[in-house]
């Protein structure tokens, strides 16, 4: 084997693994690698929603990425990892004060990763211009209604029978 021979064997092998890395000269990641990173952070933020210390440089080193690179491959989606972070769990707080199966907006707040049920309820309020309190109370008071309505298809069909 030559010297050129080498070079074009060191040239090809860091051709692959560049590839396999799906990284750029100057750490910028090329679309399929970035829609990989991508998958593989949301997957990573959505298994530790719970955690309120959630942060870029926890979620960046649980996906093998430097910080810069998921600002980058966040940026290349529209949004920043705060941002997403923030709005998963708001999602995830909504339909689960819905569904009307939690105790307090409290056990919601911490279900889902914030720090305090105050900060909760703020931003809650701003981003659905509603109380979480009363989307549970209407959740609840949806369910005592059908429950009740229930009951009474149940007795008028014994009733009937």
């Given at each position: 084997?030559t010297v050129?021979d080498?070079?074009?064997?060191?040239?090809?092998?860091?051709?692959?693994?560049?590839?396999l890395?799906?990284?750029?000269?100057?750490g910028?990641?090329?679309?399929?690698?970035g829609?990989a990173?991508?998958a593989?952070?949301?997957?990573?933020?959505?298994e530790?929603?719970?955690?309120a210390?959630?942060?870029?440089?926890?979620?960046?080193?649980g996906?093998?990425?430097?910080?810069?690179?998921l600002s980058?491959?966040?940026?290349?989606?529209?949004?920043?990892v705060?941002?997403y972070v923030?709005?998963r769990?708001?999602?995830?707080?909504?339909?689960?004060?819905?569904?009307?199966s939690?105790s307090s907006v409290g056990?919601?707040?911490?279900?889902?990763g914030?720090?305090?049920a105050?900060?909760f309820?703020?931003?809650?309020?701003?981003?659905y211009?509603?109380g979480?309190?009363?989307?549970?109370?209407a959740?609840?008071g949806?369910?005592?209604a059908?429950?009740?309505s229930a009951?009474?298809m149940?007795?008028r069909?014994?009733?009937?029978g």
């Open positions: 084997e050129d080498a070079a074009v064997d060191d040239a090809a092998l860091l051709g692959l693994l560049g590839a890395v799906g990284g750029r000269p100057g910028e990641t090329d679309g399929s690698a829609a990173h991508l593989a952070a949301k997957t990573y933020i959505d530790h929603l719970t955690d210390g959630l942060t870029a440089a926890r979620i960046a080193d996906v093998g990425l430097s910080e810069r690179q980058r491959v966040f940026a290349a989606g529209g949004t920043t705060p941002r923030l709005g769990r708001l999602r995830r707080a909504h339909a689960m004060l819905r569904a009307g939690v056990e919601v707040a911490a279900a889902c914030f720090g305090s105050a900060r309820s703020h931003v809650f309020k701003e981003r211009e509603v979480a309190a009363e989307v549970l109370r959740a609840r949806g369910r005592e059908g429950d009740a009951r009474t149940s007795k069909t014994r009733d009937q």
